[in-house]
């Protein structure tokens, strides 16, 4: 039995292969944890096929192509880390507007194409759409603050990607438009991102580091528009 004293279980108790049974009490956030052991290898999804314990959801096992904000059930409050990884058949997720989530959500989905984070994010946490190679939509929380580090790495980029892209303009995330909340993009947030343009909002703190972030040296000469809100002064520190 887990002491009632955690709040936050985390990559914990891994491949522990003789752990058949777990008594959790409520309101323990649960990220990662018990993978490769026999107790959550038998425990049972929801008719949507997320495995949730507690108010968290820890994986998605589920084949659909779309999750809707009304398939997560009410109580969930938190998508564990890692929940959707290189999961092969989800194309489309809106999540509900109150939930919070863990690092690499969604890292190496093969066919997300269309990915609208909760409303009420505040930070959108590492790696949270990271490889995905087939992204083309992003809707961003109307009041996020930070973008983690790496969060959107490789977006809508072929997974055999080494430098020579020459896909046509319509391939390519047509613009990625920053809500005016962000004042801090973490390194890598959208390096190797293959989108045509970024706005920037006024608030966005410019640094050579977080702006070096929109891109890299692969995919800043694909970027055809660039807008910043800011005043040319701060532009110029990186310009």
Same mark, same amino acid.
């Given at each position: 039995m887990i002491p009632s004293t955690i709040s936050h279980l985390t990559s914990c108790f891994g491949n522990c292969r003789n752990l058949t049974e777990v008594v959790i009490p409520e309101g323990i956030t649960v990220d990662r944890a018990f993978f490769g052991t026999p107790f959550l290898d038998n425990y049972p999804t929801d008719p949507n096929g997320l495995?949730?314990?507690n108010h968290s959801v820890v994986d998605y096992r589920g084949t659909a192509e779309e999750l809707r904000a009304e398939d997560f059930p009410a109580h969930v409050t938190y998508i564990g880390a890692g929940a959707f990884t290189k999961n092969e058949t989800i194309r489309r997720v809106t999540l509900p507007d109150d939930v919070q989530m863990g690092r690499s959500t969604f890292y190496k989905c093969p066919h997300? +194409?269309?990915l609208c984070l909760p409303r009420n994010l505040r930070s959108i946490p590492a790696y949270t759409a990271s490889e995905c190679p087939e992204l083309r939509e992003i809707i961003f929380p109307e009041?996020?603050?930070i973008i983690g580090k790496y969060a959107f790495y490789r977006a809508?980029?072929?997974e055999n990607f080494n430098?020579?892209?020459? +896909?046509e303009p319509e391939d390519y995330i047509p613009l990625i438009v920053l809500p005016d909340s962000v004042t801090t993009v973490e390194n890598f947030a959208f390096a190797d991102c293959a989108v045509l343009g970024f706005v920037l909002p006024k608030n966005l703190a410019v640094t050579k580091s977080n702006f070096y972030s929109l891109s890299s040296y692969?995919?800043?000469t694909k970027i055809h528009k660039l807008?910043?809100?800011g005043s040319?002064?701060?532009f110029a520190k990186v310009s």
């Open positions: 495995l949730i314990i997300l +194409r269309y009041r996020v603050e809508n980029r072929p430098g020579g892209d020459r +896909r692969h995919t800043f807008f910043y809100a040319k002064a701060d």
